[in-house]
C-alpha cells in the first residue's frame, strides 16, 4: 500500500511538469528543501528544534558557487558530492558543539551560529560576492557541456532518483539502532545512558546527517537558481524549514517532502491570486495542520488511502 | 488532490493557447516586480502605484498599438526563489511580452541569466547596481535608467562646486551592496575632486534599524563637515528625526541621495543637498513644463493622497520606455512584434520621459540625466521643495561604454567638477 | 578618556530600547514556558496603536505632554484586547506539547499579524514624536542627547523593580510563582492555573506593547519592526537565561554595550554582535547567565 502510494505521488510529480513547464522549477524547488527539511526532520525527532540549518543548506549552496567559480570543478556529480562533503563536515565540527545542547537552547545555539555566518558571507565580499550574491553557473556532467534546459531535467528527474535513493538510506538509518535511539532521546536521555547508548554519539551522527541532508537541499537550490545569495542562511529560511517538516510531518521520510511541495504549492498560488494576503494564507494553513492533522500532511495522505482495520 | 489539479489547470488557462507570434493578441501581459509588503514596499508601493496609474492612462488612450496592456504584480519580499519561480511562470505564459523586473539589485542579478535563458527582454526600473553589466553581456536586458556611478558621482561633483572646503566626511548607508557601492563611489569621486578629503567615520547600519542613535553620537563625535547617506524609507525618516532633533543638521552639511522620496514624510531642514537619483523629480522644469507629466501628477495625487516620489517616476518612465520600444517593434516588424522583435526594438532607444530623456546605449545601459539640488522652503507646498538645481548631463556623468567604471573614477581630477553646469544652473 | 561617558550613555540607551523587547518574552516564557514569536506582533501592533491615538491626540490640538500617558494606555489597549482572546484561542493547546510545534503556532500567528498590520495601516511609516520633541535634549560629554532617551533608560529600571516586587510582595506574583514551580500541586491546593496562565500571557502582551508604544517616538513604525524586534528578543533572552527578567536585564545591558563599542570602534561588526554575544555566553553558560540546568527526567 505504502510503496504503491509513494509510487502515485511520484508520478504526480513526473505529469505536472509536462503539462505545466513553470512546475518543473517549483518541483525541483521541492525537492531540495525537501532534503534539508528532513534533515531538520532527523533532528526534530530527537526533540531537537534547530532555527539555523540555513546555515549548511546555503552552506551547499556557496560550496557549489566556490567550486564552479574558485576551484575549476564544473562536473555536475562533483559538485553535489563536494557540497555534500563540505556540508557534513562543518556539520561534523559544529555538532561537536551542539550535542551538549537540548531544547530551546539548541535552537538558540544553532540560531547564533546562523546568524554569525549570515553576518560573514555578506561581509566577506571578495570570497561570497557580498549581498547581491554570486552566480552560480551551468555546470558539466562527465565531461560534456549540458544546456540549461537539460541541467533542468536533469535536476528535477535524476532529483527524484536521488530523494527516493537517499529517503532509503535515511529510511533505514531511522530503523537502525542509532536511528531508533532518537525519539528515545527526546522522551527519557538518561534511561538511553542506563542502557549504554551514548547519547552524544548518536546525536552526533544525526547533526552530521542533518548537516549533509541540508548541503544537498542547498546545492541543488544553487544549481537550480543559478543564484545565491546571503538571505539564504537568514533566519527565517531556517524557520521555514522546521515549518515544512512539522507541516509534512516529522514520522517518516516521505512527510518532509509533502510538506515541501504543499508549502510551495501554496505559496505560488497564493501569491498568484492574494498577492497581499499570502503570509496570512500560509499562517491560517500551518494553524489548520497543526490543531487537525497533528501526524502532518502527509499522515493525512497515508490515512486517506488507508481504509478499512488498521495493522 | 482532484480539486488542486482542477486549480492547477484553472490557474493555467491561459497558458493553454499561446497566441502565434505574428498574431495582434488581445492584451500585452506585463510581469512587474516590485516589493509591495515588508520594509522595503516604503520605496516599492510608489512604484507599484505609479505602474497601476501610467498603464491605465495609456489604456485609456487606445493601449499600444491598440492592444492594451495587462499587468501581473509580483511581490518581491517573498524572497529570491519566490521571485525566480514566478518570473519563470510568467515567461512560460506566451501572452507575456516583457518583465519590469525588479526594484533590488540582488534580485536583478538573479533574474538577468533567466531572462536571456528563457528569451524573454527584461526592463529593469530601479536596480542601479553597476555590476549588472559588467562582466557579463546579458543580451535579453535592458536598463533605461541610471547606475550607481552617474548617481553618486552626481553628489560628489555638486558639493564640489557648493562647498569646495569641506573635506572631513561621514557616511552612513545601509548595509548591503548599494550602500557600501556607493560609499566607495562618493569617497572615489571625492578624493578625486580634493585631494585632501579624508572619510572621518563611515557606518552602515543594518536595513530596518529603528534607533540610529548610537551612530548619531559617533557622527557628532567625528565632527565631519559633509554627513553623506543613501538610507532609504523607514530608516531614512527614523535617522532623520533623530539626527535632526539631536543637532546634527545644524553641525553639518547633509547629503541624503534619496532625500526626495521623505520629503513629504519628514520635515527636512533647508539646506540639506538631495536628489533623485537620475531626472525623475515630479516638480522639475523639463515635467512642469510637460502636459502629460502635469496630468499625472494630479492623478497621483488623487488617488494615493501624496504626490509622485521619484520610485514612481522612475517606474512611470521605464513603463513609457516599454511602451516606445513596442512602438518601434511594430513599425519595423510585418505583423506583431514577438519577444525578440522587442528585444531589437531597444537596442539604441531613444524617447522623451515625463521628466526628461533616456537613450538606452549599446551595452544596454541607460543614458539619463542627473538632477540635484538643496531643500529649500515651498511658497506652494508645507513642504520643502528642490531649490538651487543643477541637471548633469547624462553623457557627462556616466562612464563611456566598455569602460570600467570603478577605473574610470579613478581618473576623474578638479577641472572635471569644474566644468560641469553649476549648482542653480537649471531653472 | 572623554569618549567614555558618551559611549555609557548611548550603551544604556540602546539596552533600554532591546531590555522592552525582551522582557515580555521572558516573562512569558518563565510562567507558560512557551517561546512566543507572536511577541513580535504585539511590539509592533503596540506601536502602530500608540502613533494611531498619539496623532489623533495631535490633530486634536491636546497637550504634547498628554503623549505619554497615551504611550501607556495604548499598551494597555492592545494586552486587554489581544492577550485574553490569544491565549484562549490558541496558546492554551499548546501548553506541554513539544517546544517545535508551540514555535510555528506562534510563529503561524505572527504570520497572520504581519498581513493583517498591512491591510490596516499600509506599508509607509509611521511617526508621533510629540513626547520626543516635548522633552527636549540635553548635552552630555559635549554630544547631544535627547531627554527621551534618558527617560527609557530610567523605565528600564522601573520596569525591572516593579516586576521584581509584583513576584515576590504580591499575591499575584506568589500564584504565578506557584504555578511555575508545580503546576499540579498547585491546582490541587485551588488555584485557578488556567486564569493564572491568561494573566500573565497578558502581562507579557502588555509589556511588548509597552516596548512598542516606547520606540515610536524617537523611531516610529514600519512593516518589518516585529520580525526585527522578535529575533533581538530571543537573542537576549536566551543569553540572559530563558526566564529570568534580571538576567534579561543584564543580557540586554551587554548587548546594548557590545553594539555601542562595535559602532564606535568596528562598525562592520555591530549587526553581529547581539548573536557573537549570545553564542560567547551559551558555549561558556550553556542555559545562559542566570539559567540553570532543569532537572532530568529518569
Keep these: 500500500m505504502r510503496i504503491a502510494l509513494l509510487l502515485a505521488l511520484a508520478a504526480l510529480f513526473v505529469a505536472f511538469p509536462l503539462a505545466f513547464p513553470w512546475l518543473a522549477f517549483v518541483f ?7 532534503f534539508a527539511a528532513l534533515g531538520v526532520a532527523v533532528l526534530l525527532r530527537a526533540g531537537l528544534i534547530s532555527i539555523g540549518h540555513a546555515l549548511f543548506y546555503s552552506l551547499g549552496a556557496y ?14 556529480i562533483l559538485q553535489l558530492a563536494g557540497a555534500v562533503a563540505v556540508s557534513s563536515l562543518v556539520g561534523l565540527i559544529i555538532g561537536l558543539f551542539m550535542v551538549r545542547y537540548r531544547g530551546i537552547f539548541f535552537a538558540m545555539l544553532n540560531l547564533a551560529v546562523s546568524m554569525v555566518f549570515f553576518t560573514l558571507l555578506s561581509k566577506l565580499y571578495a570570497l561570497t560576492g557580498g ?3 554570486v552566480r552560480i553557473g551551468t555546470p558539466t556532467l562527465f565531461g560534456t557541456t549540458i544546456e540549461r534546459d537539460t541541467l533542468e531535467s536533469i535536476l528535477l528527474y535524476g532529483g527524484l532518483v536521488l530523494a527516493f535513493g537517499v529517503g532509503y538510506l535515511v529510511h533505514r538509518y531511522l530503523k537502525s539502532p542509532m536511528g531508533e535511539a532518537l525519539p528515545a532521546v527526546e522522551t527519557n536521555e538518561i534511561r538511553l545512558e542506563y542502557l549504554g547508548i551514548a547519547v552524544p554519539r548518536v546525536l552526533l551522527a544525526a547533526y552530521v546527517a542533518s548537516a549533509g541532508l541540508a548541503g544537498l537541499g542547498g546545492a541543488m537550490y544553487g544549481l537550480l537558481v543559478g543564484h545565491v545569495s546571503p538571505e539564504l542562511a537568514y533566519w527565517t529560511i531556517s524557520g521555514q524549514l522546521v515549518l515544512v517538516a512539522v507541516l509534512g510531518g516529522i514520522g517518516g521520510v516521505v512527510g518532509p517532502f509533502v510538506g515541501a511541495f504543499f508549502l510551495e504549492i501554496i505559496r505560488s498560488f497564493a501569491v498568484i491570486y492574494f498577492d497581499n494576503i499570502w503570509n496570512l494564507i500560509i499562517g491560517a494553513g500551518l494553524l489548520i495542520v497543526i490543531f487537525f492533522l497533528p501526524r502532518g500532511l502527509y499522515g493525512l495522505i497515508e490515512r486517506a488511502t488507508q481504509r478499512g482495520p488498521r495493522r | 488532490m482532484w480539486k488542486l489539479a482542477a486549480t492547477l489547470a484553472v490557474g493555467l488557462g491561459v497558458i493553454a493557447g499561446p497566441a502565434a507570434a505574428q498574431d495582434r493578441p488581445e492584451r500585452i ?16 508601493m510608489p512604484g507599484r502605484n505609479a505602474a497601476e496609474l501610467i498603464i491605465e492612462q495609456i489604456n485609456e488612450a487606445g493601449g499600444i498599438g491598440g492592444v492594451p496592456i495587462a499587468p501581473t504584480y509580483v511581490d518581491e519580499a517573498q524572497g529570491g526563489e519566490g521571485v525566480v519561480s514566478e518570473f519563470r511562470r510568467l515567461a512560460g505564459d506566451q501572452s507575456i511580452g516583457v518583465m519590469v523586473a525588479a526594484l533590488s539589485s540582488g534580485n536583478c542579478m538573479a533574474l538577468a541569466p533567466i531572462a536571456d ?22 543580451p535579453y536586458v535592458f536598463r533605461p535608467n541610471s547606475s550607481t556611478v552617474p548617481e553618486f558621482i552626481s553628489y560628489a561633483a555638486y558639493l564640489a562646486q557648493k562647498s569646495p572646503d569641506a573635506t572631513r566626511i561621514a557616511i552612513i548607508n545601509p548595509d548591503y551592496a548599494f550602500g557600501h557601492d556607493a560609499a566607495q563611489i562618493f569617497t572615489g569621486a571625492m578624493k578625486a575632486f580634493n585631494p585632501d578629503v579624508e572619510v572621518v567615520a563611515e557606518l552602515f547600519p543594518k536595513l530596518g534599524t529603528a534607533s540610529f542613535n548610537t551612530e548619531i553620537s559617533r557622527i557628532a563625535a567625528a565632527r565631519p563637515d559633509v554627513i553623506f547617506s543613501n538610507l532609504w524609507g523607514a530608516d531614512l525618516e527614523n535617522f532623520v528625526r533623530q539626527a535632526q532633533a539631536r543637532g546634527l543638521f545644524r553641525s553639518s552639511q547633509v547629503v541624503l541621495a534619496l532625500g526626495e522620496s521623505v520629503l513629504q514624510r519628514v520635515e527636512l531642514p533647508e539646506g540639506v543637498i538631495v536628489g533623485v537619483l537620475g531626472d525623475g523629480w515630479w516638480m522639475s522644469p523639463d515635467a512642469q513644463a510637460n502636459e502629460r507629466t502635469k496630468e499625472f501628477v494630479s492623478a497621483y495625487r488623487e488617488r494615493f493622497g501624496e504626490y509622485p516620489v521619484f520610485p514612481a517616476m522612475k517606474m512611470a518612465n521605464t513603463i513609457l520606455a516599454v511602451q516606445a520600444a513596442y512602438e518601434k517593434a511594430i513599425e519595423a516588424s510585418d505583423g506583431w512584434p514577438g519577444r525578440a522583435d522587442l528585444r531589437e526594438a531597444f537596442a539604441g532607444l531613444e524617447l522623451e520621459t515625463l521628466t526628461g530623456t533616456v537613450t538606452v546605449r549599446e551595452d544596454h545601459d541607460g543614458l539619463v540625466d542627473q538632477l540635484v539640488g538643496v531643500t529649500v522652503a515651498s511658497d506652494e507646498h508645507d513642504f520643502p521643495v528642490i531649490g538651487e538645481m543643477v541637471r548633469y548631463p547624462a553623457d557627462q556623468v556616466t562612464p563611456p561604454v566598455g569602460e570600467d567604471p570603478m577605473a574610470w573614477i579613478g581618473t576623474l581630477t578638479p577641472d572635471f567638477a569644474a566644468s560641469l553646469p553649476k549648482p542653480g544652473s537649471y531653472e | 578618556m572623554d569618549i567614555i561617558i558618551p559611549l555609557l550613555v548611548d550603551g544604556l540607551a540602546a539596552a533600554s530600547l532591546i531590555f522592552f523587547i525582551a522582557v515580555g518574552l521572558t516573562l512569558v516564557f518563565s510562567v507558560l514556558r512557551v517561546l512566543n514569536v507572536a511577541h513580535g506582533s504585539f511590539y509592533s501592533i503596540g506601536a502602530y496603536v500608540a502613533v494611531s491615538i498619539g496623532g489623533w491626540a495631535a490633530s486634536a490640538g491636546l497637550s504634547p505632554w498628554l503623549s505619554f500617558p497615551i504611550l501607556l494606555i495604548s499598551a494597555a489597549l492592545v494586552a486587554a484586547l489581544l492577550g485574553p482572546f490569544i491565549e484562549a484561542t490558541f496558546i492554551r493547546y499548546t501548553y506541554g506539547k513539544p517546544e517545535a510545534l508551540q514555535i510555528l503556532v506562534t510563529f503561524a500567528l505572527f504570520l497572520i499579524f504581519e498581513d493583517l498590520q498591512k491591510l490596516v495601516f499600509g506599508v509607509q511609516a509611521h511617526y508621533q514624536d510629540a513626547a ?26 522601573v520596569v525591572v523593580v516593579s516586576l521584581r516586587l509584583l513576584m515576590r510582595h504580591t499575591r499575584l506574583g506568589k500564584l504565578i510563582l ?3 514551580a508545580d503546576p499540579e500541586v498547585s491546582v490541587t491546593l485551588g488555584i485557578n492555573a488556567r486564569q493564572v496562565y491568561s494573566i500573565a500571557f497578558t502581562i507579557g502582551v502588555f509589556l ?18 516585529g520580525a526585527e524586534a522578535i529575533v533581538l528578543g530571543f537573542a537576549v533572552a536566551a543569553i540572559g537565561g530563558l526566564g529570568q527578567i534580571e538576567g534579561a536585564a543584564l543580557a540586554a545591558v551587554i548587548v546594548g554595550l557590545s553594539r555601542v563599542i562595535a559602532i564606535y570602534y568596528a562598525p562592520a561588526f555591530e549587526p553581529v554582535m547581539p548573536y557573537l554575544v549570545m553564542l560567547v555566553v551559551l558555549l561558556v553558560r550553556p542555559y545562559g547567565l542566570f539559567g540553570t540546568a532543569q532537572a532530568r527526567r529518569i
Design chain 1, 28 to 34: 525541483t524547488l521541492v525537492i531540495s528543501k525537501g
Design chain 2, 29 to 44: 501581459g506585463m510581469g512587474i516586480f516590485t516589493f509591495t509588503s515588508g520594509p522595503a514596499a516604503a520605496y516599492g
Design chain 3, 208 to 225: 511588548a506593547a509597552l516596548g512598542g508604544a516606547l520606540a515610536t517616538p524617537t523611531s516610529g513604525v514600519a512593516p518589518g519592526l
Design chain 1, 131 to 133: 549581498t547581491d550574491g
Design chain 2, 117 to 138: 535563458q528563457l528569451e524573454v527582454p527584461m526592463v529593469t526600473w530601479n536596480c542601479d547596481t553597476h555590476q549588472l553589466f559588467l562582466g557579463e553581456e546579458h
Design chain 1, 63 to 76: 560550496t557549489v558557487a566556490y567550486l564552479s567559480r574558485g576551484a575549476g570543478v564544473t562536473d555536475l
Design chain 3, 132 to 157: 520626543m520633541q516635548v522633552l527636549g535634549v540635553s548635552e552630555i560629554g559635549g554630544i547631544i542627547y535627547l531627554n527621551y532617551q534618558l527617560l527609557l533608560i530610567a523605565l528600564a529600571v
Design chain 3, 178 to 180: 506557584a504555578v511555575v
